[in-house]
């Protein structure tokens, strides 16, 4: 199987993408192109034969409020800091008629790796989930994701580090 992420753009077939929660479709189908243009979101596709969409993601800069971090990270960081500077993965989803393929797995590798890029040039001291459920909050605990006070969850960037550089 290969994989390969690239930017949403106009070729590729929407209207056809389902992964059974309604606002991750109506999402992609709908909104995601409003959100480009107006540069609130990138979103990046695993392509599939004949322009489909396999599954999808979403990444934008975001921060979390100091106040709600673990204690052991908390400690390290400058009181001065309101707002850690952080990358969200605002949207995470695989088409149905892919599951069982490791799909989602690979999205999440795929999205933390430029997600630790992006922070080598414009700081991040972590990713962040929304996870829309419980299920949505379970796949991101097995990758060692944090629960934040607020239904958020956290990945310090020295973790995401740790699994690409060599």
Same mark, same amino acid.
């Given at each position: 199987? @290969? ?6 753009? @106009?070729?590729? &077939? ?16 709908? +909104?995601? &192109? ?23 993601? @979403?990444?934008? &800069?975001?921060?979390?409020? !100091? ?15 309101? &707002?850690?500077?952080?990358? !969200? ?22 999205? !933390? ?18 996870? !829309? ?8 605990? +097995? ?24």
């Amino acid at each position: 199987m @290969t994989f390969k992420t690239v930017r949403l753009d @106009t070729s590729h &077939n929407r209207e056809n993408f389902s992964c059974g929660k309604d606002p991750l479709d109506f999402y992609l189908k709908k +909104q995601v &192109n409003q959100d480009i243009k107006r540069k609130l979101s990138a979103c990046f596709v695993l392509e599939g034969d004949g322009h489909s969409i396999k599954g999808y993601y @979403t990444l934008s &800069n975001d921060s979390v409020p !100091l106040a709600i971090v673990p204690e052991e990270i908390k400690k390290k960081m400058p009181a001065s800091y309101i &707002n850690l500077p952080t990358t !969200l993965i605002g949207r995470l989803a695989v088409d149905t008629r892919f599951r069982g393929q490791r799909s989602g797995e690979l999205l999440l590798m795929d999205a !933390l790796h430029r997600c630790y890029l992006l922070s080598e040039e414009i700081d991040s001291m972590a990713v962040i989930v929304d996870p !829309l459920d419980d299920g949505a909050a379970a796949f991101y605990g +097995q990758y060692g994701f944090i629960p934040l006070d607020n239904g958020r969850m956290f990945l310090p960037m020295k973790t995401v580090a740790g699994l690409f550089k060599s």
